[in-house]
């Protein structure tokens, strides 16, 4: 029965990881399907292909395996954003390696949440032993309880981090339309490339097999757990803080190339009015000497008349 809940949680849980992948892509990215049914594509093929990836290689502590596991759902995710949705420059790779650390991320908190219910079977059995628990039957009825609760609310953790965290990039990633540069790629996509590799390195070193059981660090170290929280909440305040502010270099750049035009217009319309001016200027300068030649013009003729006037008298 344990095992059969299980693996409908992990059904459920990749279904949901699927409607995630779909709605951040379809956020960023045009579709190659236009249908009614387009934005189904790709929720089903990538559920598919990650329980088929996790029937394959299941969970292990190696390193090789993990490795081969990030390796294939890079593959997977490559493979969606190339088949699903049509092509639109340098976005894809900070998608892929957004919507990875989004998942890493997630499987970390929902983990350390698991870890702190685990610790629920101490709790039972040092009740149970102090009687207070007085019958068995409640003891083992919360013993199942727990054991049914715990994956039940390690995959909601999970989905429901990964949901906030990727609409989370998307509201603060205002500019989708914008033709990023290489150095911008590089600038945004360093933090989550970084957070991806501190998570491939917690996947390692958190679990160890001491006399043939898995034993975490948490059990060695608990104040771990709060560290490795930290860790994981500022790696993805980091992807997000560089989205932001990149985001903000773009308005910036935006504003300064506004503020030239302007000023270039303003420079122009200065030069227009100066070179108008001088126009105006010449005008009131020919209109002044045309008065002043009028003027003499008119002595002239009147001294003229004078003299005519004389000359008919006499």
């Known amino acids: 029965m344990y095992e059969t809940v299980n693996g409908l949680l992990k059904i459920v849980s990749a279904i949901f990881q699927g409607y995630c992948l779909q709605n951040f892509y379809g956020s960023f990215l045009e579709g190659r399907v236009r249908s009614r049914y387009a934005g189904v594509l790709p929720a089903v093929l990538y559920a598919v292909?990650?329980?088929?990836?996790?029937?394959?290689?299941?969970?292990?502590?190696?390193?090789?395996?993990?490795?081969?596991?990030?390796?294939?759902?890079?593959?997977?995710?490559?493979?969606?954003?190339?088949?699903?949705?049509?092509?639109?420059?340098?976005?894809?790779?900070?998608?892929?390696?957004?919507?990875?650390?989004?998942?890493?991320?997630?499987?970390?908190?929902?983990?350390?949440?698991?870890?702190?219910?685990?610790?629920?079977?101490?709790?039972?059995?040092?009740?149970?032993?102090?009687?207070?628990?007085?019958?068995?039957?409640?003891?083992?009825?919360?013993?199942?309880?727990?054991?049914?609760g715990i994956p039940v609310t390690m995959h909601i953790v999970s989905i429901g981090t990964l949901f906030m965290s990727l609409k989370s990039i998307t509201n603060s990633f205002r500019e989708k339309d914008y033709a990023i540069h290489q150095m911008e790629l590089f600038f945004i996509l360093i933090p989550s490339v970084t957070g991806v590799l501190i998570c491939t390195l917690l996947r390692m070193v958190l679990v160890t097999i001491e006399n043939g059981m898995p034993v975490t660090l948490y059990d060695k170290y608990p104040s771990l757990i709060i560290m490795v929280t930290v860790v994981i909440l500022l790696s993805f305040l980091s992807v997000l803080s560089g989205v932001k502010l990149f985001q903000d270099m773009i308005y910036r750049s935006r504003e300064k190339s506004s503020r030239m035009i302007l000023e270039n217009q303003v420079c122009s319309l200065q030069q227009h009015m100066e070179e108008r001016e001088r126009v105006y200027s010449g005008i009131r300068g020919m209109k002044h000497d045309m008065k002043n030649t009028v003027s003499v013009i008119m002595q002239l003729a009147s001294k003229r008349m004078k003299d005519c006037r004389t000359i008919w008298r006499n």
């Open 49 to 148: 292909l990650k329980l088929g990836m996790d029937m394959v290689l299941p969970s292990d502590y190696g390193s090789v395996r993990i490795f081969v596991k990030l390796a294939l759902t890079v593959c997977i995710l490559a493979v969606l954003l190339v088949c699903c949705y049509r092509a639109a420059g340098k976005i894809k790779v900070f998608l892929l390696a957004a919507f990875l650390v989004a998942g890493e991320i997630s499987f970390f908190l929902a983990y350390n949440v698991c870890w702190l219910g685990s610790c629920l079977y101490s709790l039972w059995s040092w009740c149970f032993e102090k009687g207070y628990l007085k019958s068995a039957d409640t003891f083992v009825g919360l013993l199942k309880a727990t054991s049914y």
